[in-house]
């Protein structure tokens, strides 16, 4: 079992900056991939950001290439998401999830989920 607990979310301006965490708690962290998700209001949860647990390899949604970049502390157990040049279609609930084995696009081969952190852009 894999806790997770996001922070960091709010309100921002379009142009924006916000940092998202994610603090782990059980199972060795450094061995499952992270995964980031966000959900807005009406639609379904979409993939936004991963990074493996050993090699440290990335992948990111075409929406948010260039714009965000998801790291990992496997020393501390956390990991992050920088979210720069924020856009009002960047505003939804942002979920960090876990899964062993390698990166993947679909929230459900993540079975390890924190409660969601909100984020707002306003135009």
């Known amino acids: 079992q894999v806790q997770l607990v996001e922070s960091g979310g709010g309100l921002v301006q379009a142009g924006g900056s916000l940092r998202l965490s994610c603090a782990a708690s059980?199972?060795?962290?450094?061995?499952?991939?992270m995964g980031w998700f966000r959900q807005a209001q009406g639609k379904e949860r979409e993939f936004v950001a991963a990074?493996?647990?050993?090699?440290?390899?990335?992948d990111y949604a075409d929406s948010v290439k260039g714009r965000f970049t998801i790291s990992r502390d496997n020393a501390k157990d956390t990991g992050a998401l920088q979210m720069n040049d924020l856009k009002p279609e960047d505003t939804a609930d942002y979920y960090c999830?876990?899964?062993?084995?390698?990166?993947?696009?679909?929230?459900?081969?993540?079975?390890?989920w924190g409660q969601g952190t909100q984020v707002t852009v306003s135009s």
């Open positions: 999830a876990a899964r062993s084995g390698g990166y993947r696009r679909g929230a459900i081969q993540y079975p390890y």
């Open positions: 059980g199972r060795t962290f450094s061995t499952y991939t």
């Open positions: 990074i493996s647990g050993s090699s440290g390899s990335t």
